[in-house]
């Protein structure tokens, strides 16, 4: 997958979490949670899902990487660069 | 004769919150129960295939984000929304309620069995690994859960638990309620019981395994008490919560009375994991009559718990012309066999369920008893069409669960003035 297939795939990850949200105007620099309301089960909810989708184990000390959209996709882009996209 | 309680000490409903097979609320639900109408129908469950269930159909996005009802559990949402019912029906002003003296108490059958069934599940589509085992796990399936969810929903600081009662809880959060207003440790309490049961594939398997699920060509005819062609259980979900209050302050406010609770009584069978007993049944409806101060001629219905199946209903029959042998004109009815078995909430629905009576004069029916089985003989059970009684004033609520759980709870109509 590409940066902006990744992007999409956490986006999708997250309206999942945040059903109520509009995410549309999500922006990539600013950190999720002062966009919007995620608390830290939330938060597990994207670990989770990026584990149960694409079988990736994201260690607690690289938490700090999933802040930004920006910095998440950067963290995800070598683990799922040989991954082929599940979009349709 | 003892001495009147005092209006600090008498307990009352004052807002009445449900959602049923048949009804999701007060009066859809009695008209149901007055027009014969069953909210049992056709429902697929995991492993087993084709199954009949009771289902509710209340909106849950009505006092719930979309985020709360994936975050949050079906008991939990069956209870949100029937404590907001019964708030909204109480006529309260929920804003000046101090939420520190607010207390919530839900009876439960049991909780967390579909979290992990559907946990086992998930993890089954992975090799088992445990690592995608939900972190949402452990907050979900805590006993406390239904009631907690309340809580968060509603910014209640005061006490909230469940009460686990098998298919007595929904008399035991009533129950629970009396006594916690009486002992002053809440001023409002939001009791009564929820079942999610009929999304887990466990209870319908277990109760196949013993024997005990009813089965039927037309789902509507398959819960079926006291009739010689009953062949078990149909499971169903549902939740019934109340508002309940001290009657001084019921009355300090205003509020609509839909009942007082006069007596009531919890005891144990100690004799058979599943099978029931009708001397301890006797002995405990006897209890909540003394309580009460009441004869069984003084009750006007009584609301049975018979769940349809073989021997349940057989020792509930005995245990009932026992007790009111005397009492030609008591009406005797089930409301199990329009909606099938609530279980938590059960006790509670049937209650509630038969409250209208104070007012419309009526006792629904028991429906689908179109061959009374002999050994269930009851001469004053009211029988597919409802009966008109004119005055009602006293409604005996049956309720009774696996471990030999029996639980009574006797309401009166409250009239301004009266004892």
């Not at chain 1, 882009?77 to 979009?87: G, I, R, W």
């Not at chain 2, 996005?61 to 939990?76: I, N, P, S």
């Not at chain 2, 004799?271 to 009708?278: A, C, E, I, N, R």
């Not at chain 2, 269930?376 to 696996?402: A, D």
Request: charged share 20%; aromatic share 6%.
């Amino acid at each position: 997958m590409n940066p902006e297939q990744i992007r999409q795939v956490v986006l999708d990850i997250l309206a999942r979490i945040a059903p109520d949200e509009d995410i549309s105007e999500l922006q990539d620099e600013v950190p999720f949670r002062d966009q919007m309301e995620l608390d830290s089960m939330d938060f597990l909810d994207i670990v989770m899902e990026l584990r149960k989708q694409y079988r990736i184990q994201i260690p607690e000390e690289d938490y700090e990487h999933l802040t930004t959209m920006s910095s998440t996709v950067t963290y995800l882009t070598p683990h799922l660069k040989d991954v082929e996209s599940q979009a349709v | 004769m003892e001495a009147p309680l005092p209006d600090s000490q008498r307990i009352v409903f004052t807002g009445i919150g449900l959602t049923a097979p048949n009804g999701d609320n007060l009066a859809e639900f009695r008209g149901a129960l007055l027009e014969g109408r069953s909210g049992v129908v056709d429902y697929e469950t995991r492993y087993m295939g084709p199954v009949l269930a009771g289902v509710c159909n209340f909106d849950d996005l009505k006092y719930q984000k979309r985020k709360e009802v994936r975050r949050g559990t079906r008991a939990g949402s069956v209870a949100i929304y029937c404590a907001n019912e019964a708030l909204a029906d109480s006529g309260l002003d929920w804003s000046g309620v101090p939420k520190d003296r607010v207390g919530v108490y839900i009876g439960i059958t049991e909780h967390g069995n579909v979290e992990t069934e559907n946990e086992i599940y998930e993890i089954s589509q992975f090799q088992y690994d445990t690592k995608v085992w939900s972190h949402h796990h452990n907050p979900r399936t805590v006993a406390n859960n239904p009631a907690g969810e309340v809580t968060l929903n509603l910014g209640i600081t005061g006490p909230h638990y469940t009460i686990g009662a098998a298919c007595a809880a929904g008399n035991a959060g009533f129950i629970q309620a009396v006594q916690m207003l009486r002992l002053g440790e809440c001023d409002l309490a939001i009791a009564g019981g929820v079942s999610e049961s009929i999304h887990t594939f466990g209870i319908f398997a277990s109760f196949q395994s013993q024997g005990a699920l009813a089965r039927h060509e037309d789902p509507t005819k398959a819960s079926r008490p006291f009739d010689t062609n009953r062949n078990g259980i149909v499971v169903a979900e549902g939740g019934a919560l109340c508002t309940v209050e001290r009657l001084s302050d019921a009355r300090a406010r205003g509020a609509t009375i839909y009942g007082e609770i006069v007596g009531y009584a919890i005891n144990s069978d100690a004799k058979d994991f599943v099978l029931p007993s009708h001397e301890r049944q006797t002995e405990c409806m006897r209890l909540a009559l003394s309580r009460a101060g009441l004869q069984p001629s003084d009750i006007d219905i009584v609301s049975t718990h018979a769940t349809a199946t073989e021997q349940g209903d057989i020792e509930e029959a005995a245990a009932l012309r026992e007790v009111f042998a005397g009492c030609p004109d008591v009406a005797i009815n089930n409301a199990k066999s329009f909606i099938g078995h609530a279980m938590g909430a059960a006790g509670a629905l049937e209650l509630l369920g038969n409250l209208p009576s104070f007012h419309d004069g009526m006792a629904h029916a028991t429906i689908n008893l179109d061959d009374l089985d002999p050994a269930c003989e009851l001469g004053q059970l009211v029988i597919n069409e409802p009966r008109r009684m004119g005055e009602v004033s006293c409604i005996l609520n049956n309720s009774f669960g696996m471990l030999g759980i029996n639980s009574v709870v006797i309401v009166k109509k409250y009239e301004e003035g009266g004892e």
